[in-house]
Structure formats: structure tokens, C-alpha cells
């Protein structure tokens, strides 16, 4: 008789097996002993540390074994501690622990005497000798990184307090802050301490203009990286901000009767604050091609996405609940934008990446609103408001625009208000009418470049897109095959059936396999539409080209007929005699048969026209009985009567020359 009883970790009640059962699974059991050696350890008071003075001296003795924060004696002790307690810190956090702990340990070693604990609080000022001991800039101390100390050993030394079962003051925070900033006014930190502040390299519109235009249309997901281009350049927002923007929050379109439309959205997410909204309104032409101008992308990746080139902009509508516009991650969209800069022709000491994009709009209103004799101060401000930045605090906008600006800004129109002394009218031509010089507002004079940025995109690039639609296909047709036909066969149908309708017919090659020239052809082919066509149109004829071929392959497949003798019809093959009637045994196997010489010849002459393409050569009416893998087996045995000929046709022609043809 069995009876209900209560597991005592989940609370659950099961049915027990028998009287001394508790668990209703072994998961529960193991969750009770891990929370029992818990407690156990919890409650086992712990030793402190021995008393110590009030300030370190430096290291006057070099130990025999150093590690980065002194001498290691047991390299493995502060892990064995807290082993068990993996499960409520990160790796990462355990790690930073470790380097803390190790830190604080060469900093009591130091000293004489100390008496750190009053009771069980750590006291103050301790802490703060520590700080000073990692920060100040002399012989014999570390000189860790101001950073590290401050953000990083600091909150990892007070989690280690905690987990030692010691307690700290409240402000202890406030005084580790302000003691920072005293050795920092009294110049006790290096300059080596302290990170090098150079800002990111800025993306402005003329070079996202010369980005664009050098893209090809043939790579991969050329149409999403040229709308968030767009956008970015436009808006200058976070990555965080991009991967929260979903397609509810489009707001609407309105075109007006000179050809001018409006975007509105809405930015939902900042960095450091969900609640924050921004409403944004873009403005455009759908005809401007150029990479700045965001209503024309966005234009053209709704309809690839939707997957119907005749969609309007107000057909984002039937996209929502798709969730996010640019789903992939910031790295992702990172990485893309650094390999478009390389290809576009930058060098590689300009860091591009998702964030250039910041920089760039916030110089470019600025440099707009000098051109134009506005107040920089409102642009300043419009840029800082869209942007999410605190006027208060504009450190970084100083520090994003200060290269750019050392570039193009004229000197002396600066102090003179914008006009030199004695104007000429050729230097005036040359400079522009405004403080900032038009003649350098160009990728090669505003970063400084020996050169102008040259195109250098690999041709691989340009079908890149074809390739992977093609391959999809293929694919597709492949797994619902019931007539088991190889993916290389199905490939073969599939250059064939472009080479005859759009390329030409291709001779083949005997060196290479058939497939070879056909697709070399089909490929260069798709890149000298790409380069006569490089618009959206050029996608939409890709996606026409890739829908027939699946329709062909489609209709060549087995799949595709009511019966096999229907399909064998059609593919002009002759339909293979019945299997003789065998009883049935433990196995179901086929009958072998040798191989007859008329069979072997047929392989051998198919061999020297195609090549090793054994999903064709099968298909000889001859050949009605074997596949494939039984052409391919019979082959490799052959072989092995020639051992001094290497080549597959080397040992047809031999084979064919010792077997003539009564």
C-alpha cells in the first residue's frame, strides 16, 4: 500500500516508495545537503586576521617568487575558501575577489603591529591607507591603474568583508571617493595611472555617404546595415537604445505634396535608465539615394524583410509583433560596421564601430552649425538633449568632437568672428565663408589620411547574398527529396537551369567538375549585374531569379508526382525493372549482382566526360540497378588493379584501353 507524504525541499507531496524516503527526487536530496553544509559553514565562526600600523612601508626586499601583487605562497587558498560558495558570485566576481583579497593581504603584510578590527568592523582608516598604498606614485608601490583601484578592487575588497563575516561604516564609499580625489589634486597618481581619454573615431556623414555608396548590393544584409547606418548617423544614439527599438514603436508617416516624408518613433530604452522616452521624427525623399538620407533605406529593407518590392513605407505595420527592427547583437552590428570601414578603404588605426557613430553626429552639428553661422551652443544643446547627455556634465561631447575639429577649424577666423583681415576672393573659395574650412569636410583632410579612402571589397562579397538564398534552396529541396537525390545533383540542376536561361550554355571543363564552370559563370554573372545595377532593384532580380529556381526544382524531384512512374517520365529515365520476389528474411536487404562489363564501360566513358558526378552518371538507363555509392565503390576497387596511376581519368582510359569494345 502506498502513501502520500511531503518532500522537504520543495514541499511537494509525492508518492513514497517506502517508509524512510523524504525526497521525491534525488535533486531535492542533493539541494538539502548543499543548504545543510551551508548553514554549517555559516555558523562556524571565523578567525581574524592578526593586528597590524597605521601606514605600509614600500618593498625594500625583492621575494624569490612575485606575482603582481607580491609574494605567492599558496596561489589556490583563497579559492578553496570560497569553492563552496560558487553559487552566489560570478566567475568574474570571484575573480576580482581574488585579485582584491591578494592586494589587501600584501598591504597587511607591510605592516607592524596593525589592529584592523575593532570588534568585528573593519576600521576606516585602514581602508583608506590601502587605497592610498595601490594608488600613490612612488618606489616600492604597485601603482595600480586608478580605475581598477577605485571601481573594481574597492567593491570586490568590501564583498570579501562581507563573506569574511566583517562589517564597514556606511560612508565608507563618500571617503574612499573623496580621498581619491585628494591624492588626484595633490598629483599623487601618475599620468600613466590614468586612461588615455582620445574619444572614438567619429563616423561623420561624408563618410557614411562614401560607405554606403561602395557597398556592394550582392553582400549579406547590405540593406539592414545601410538603414541602421542611416539611422545612427541621424540620431547618434547607444547600441543599448538600437537593441530595444522594436517595430511598435513607429509612430506613423507623412508625405507631404513636394516629395518630403516624415518618420516618427519613439526611443524607449537609455543607458542606465528604462524609463527613458524620446521622440524622434526623421524627414527624407524616397528617390535620394545617398547614405545619410534614412527615409529611402528603411524604405528598402521593410520590403526585404516582407519580402514584396512593391511595399511602402506605411507598410511597417505588418511587421509588428516581429519584435526588435535590427535583431542582431551590438557586437554583431559592431564587427560588420568595423569590416565596412576596412573594405570602404579606412585604415586600421580608425577604431570604427557601432559607437563612431555617437561622435560623428554630434560633429556633425556641430560643423553644420558653424558653416551656417549659427550658435554652437544650440547645436550643442539640441545634440546633448537627443543624445541622452547632462549639460551639466559634457565631458565626453568635448572630448568626441576635440579631434574633429583640430582638423577643419581656421585659426584666425576663429578669434576674428569669422572673417579674415583682408579677404580674397580665391581664399575665400578655398576656405568657405564660415570658421570651418569646406575644403576639409572629406574623408582623407577631416581624419588626416596620406590618401583618399579607395574601394577594396572582395568579389566574394558581391554574390554573397545569391550564394546564401541559392544554398537555402537547395537545401530546402534537398531535405523533401524523396527520390534521394545528392545535394551536389540538386546544385547541378540548379546552375544548369541558370546557365541555359540567363548566363548561356557553358562548356564544361574535364580538369574540373561540371559544376565548377557553371557556377563561376552563374557567379560572375551576378556580379556584373551587381556592378551595372547597384540599387534595390538588383536584389529584387536576385530574389526573382532564386523563386525560379525553386520552382524548377521543385518540379523535378519526386516529390513533386503522384507516382514514380510519372517522375521517371518526365525525366526522360528509363524506369528500372522490378526486384526479383525473394521471401522474407530477418534483414531487408538487396540482391547483389556483379558487375556486368557493359556497366563498368558505361561508368568508365561517363567518368571521362563528367567527371566523378556519380548522382549523374547513375542515371544511364544501363545503370538502372545501381546508385551512386555503388558506381563510386566500383570505381575505387578498379583503381586498385592500376596502383601507378593517380588520376580518376588516367585509370578509365587504362581500364577502357585493356577492355576494348567487341
Not at 565562526?45 to 605600509?56: A, D, K, Q, S, Y
Not at 506613423?252 to 530604452?269: A, D, M, P, S
Not at 520590403?303 to 542582431?328: M, T
Not at 553661422?373 to 576635440?402: C, F, I, M
Request: aromatic letters at 10%; one cysteine or more.
Amino acid at each position: 500500500m502506498t502513501t502520500m507524504s511531503e518532500c522537504l525541499t520543495c514541499e511537494v507531496f509525492f508518492e513514497r516508495k517506502n517508509p524512510r524516503q523524504k525526497f521525491c527526487s534525488k535533486k531535492c536530496k542533493r539541494k538539502s545537503k548543499r543548504k545543510r553544509r551551508r548553514d554549517e559553514e555559516e555558523a562556524t565562526p571565523r578567525p581574524c586576521p592578526p593586528p597590524l600600523p597605521p601606514f605600509p612601508k614600500p618593498i625594500t626586499k625583492k621575494p624569490s617568487r612575485v606575482g603582481r601583487y607580491g609574494p605567492v605562497e599558496n596561489p589556490n587558498s583563497f579559492m578553496q575558501d570560497v569553492r563552496d560558495n560558487t553559487r552566489r558570485h560570478g566567475p568574474s566576481e570571484l575573480k576580482h575577489m581574488q585579485s582584491a583579497s591578494k592586494a589587501w593581504k600584501l598591504f597587511l603584510e607591510n605592516m607592524k603591529n596593525p589592529v584592523v578590527l575593532d570588534g568585528n568592523l573593519v576600521k576606516t582608516e585602514y581602508i583608506l591607507a590601502f587605497i592610498q598604498y595601490c594608488l600613490i606614485d612612488e618606489d616600492g608601490y604597485p601603482r595600480l591603474s586608478f580605475y581598477t583601484v577605485r571601481d573594481t578592487y574597492f567593491r570586490s575588497l568590501l564583498k570579501w568583508f562581507k563573506k569574511q563575516g566583517w562589517q564597514y561604516e556606511e560612508d565608507i564609499r563618500k571617503l574612499v571617493l573623496l580621498k581619491c580625489k585628494q591624492l588626484l589634486a595633490n598629483k599623487r597618481i601618475s599620468e600613466a595611472q590614468m586612461p588615455q581619454e582620445i574619444g572614438a573615431a567619429p563616423i561623420c556623414l561624408f563618410d557614411w555617404d562614401l560607405m554606403a555608396a561602395s557597398y556592394p548590393m550582392g553582400a549579406e544584409d547590405v540593406l539592414e546595415m545601410k538603414a541602421l547606418g542611416s539611422l545612427l548617423c541621424n540620431t547618434g544614439v547607444r547600441g543599448v537604445t538600437i537593441q530595444h527599438f522594436r517595430w511598435e514603436h513607429f509612430k506613423g508617416v507623412k508625405c507631404f505634396k513636394n516629395g518630403l516624408v516624415q518618420i516618427k518613433f519613439i526611443f524607449t530604452h537609455q543607458k542606465g535608465d528604462s524609463s527613458w522616452n524620446k521622440n524622434v521624427t526623421l524627414e527624407g525623399r524616397v528617390d535620394d539615394t545617398r547614405g545619410r538620407n534614412f527615409v529611402y533605406h528603411f524604405q528598402q529593407y521593410i520590403r526585404e524583410c516582407l519580402g514584396d518590392w512593391r511595399a511602402d513605407l506605411n507598410s511597417y505595420s505588418r511587421l509588428r509583433g516581429r519584435g526588435e527592427v535590427f535583431p542582431k547583437s551590438t557586437d554583431s552590428y559592431s564587427a560588420r560596421f568595423k569590416a565596412i570601414s576596412r573594405y570602404t578603404g579606412y585604415p586600421e588605426k580608425l577604431k570604427h564601430s557601432l559607437h563612431s557613430f555617437r561622435p560623428g553626429f554630434l560633429t556633425n552639428c556641430m560643423l553644420q552649425a558653424a558653416a551656417k553661422g549659427k550658435p554652437w551652443l544650440e547645436a550643442w544643446t539640441q545634440a546633448a538633449h537627443l543624445q541622452g547627455w547632462s549639460l551639466s556634465n559634457d565631458k565626453n561631447q568635448r572630448k568626441y568632437v576635440k579631434a574633429g575639429f583640430q582638423q577643419c577649424v581656421v585659426s584666425n577666423r576663429a578669434y576674428g568672428g569669422g572673417a579674415l583681415e583682408d579677404p580674397t576672393e580665391e581664399v575665400q573659395e578655398f576656405f568657405g565663408k564660415g570658421i570651418v574650412a569646406q575644403n576639409m569636410l572629406n574623408p582623407k583632410d577631416f581624419h588626416n589620411l596620406s590618401e583618399a579612402p579607395k574601394s577594396c571589397w572582395p568579389e566574394q562579397q558581391q554574390h554573397r547574398h545569391f550564394v546564401l538564398k541559392l544554398a537555402d534552396v537547395i537545401a530546402a529541396a534537398y531535405t523533401g527529396n524523396p527520390a534521394k537525390l545528392s545535394f551536389t545533383g540538386l546544385s547541378n540542376q540548379a546552375y544548369k537551369f541558370i546557365c541555359d536561361k540567363y548566363v548561356g550554355k557553358v562548356e564544361p571543363n574535364a580538369k574540373k567538375r561540371y559544376e565548377t564552370p557553371r557556377r563561376d559563370a552563374v557567379r560572375k554573372w551576378i556580379r556584373e549585374k551587381a556592378q551595372t545595377d547597384p540599387t534595390h532593384e538588383f536584389r529584387r532580380n536576385v530574389e526573382e531569379v532564386v523563386e525560379e529556381v525553386r520552382q524548377h526544382l521543385r518540379a523535378n524531384v519526386r516529390k513533386g508526382y503522384k507516382n514514380k512512374g510519372d517522375w521517371y517520365k518526365n525525366r526522360k529515365v528509363a524506369r528500372p525493372k522490378p526486384a526479383p520476389v525473394r521471401k522474407k528474411g530477418p534483414t531487408d536487404q538487396r540482391t547483389r549482382q556483379r558487375w556486368t562489363d557493359e556497366e563498368i564501360r558505361t561508368v568508365m566513358k561517363k567518368y571521362l566526360e563528367i567527371g566523378p558526378a556519380w548522382a549523374q552518371i547513375c542515371l544511364d538507363p544501363v545503370l538502372h540497378l545501381r546508385t551512386n555509392v555503388d558506381c563510386s565503390n566500383m570505381f575505387r576497387n578498379r583503381k586498385k588493379a592500376y596502383p601507378e596511376l593517380e588520376k580518376g581519368t588516367e585509370v578509365a582510359e587504362a581500364w577502357l584501353r585493356d577492355h576494348p569494345d567487341d
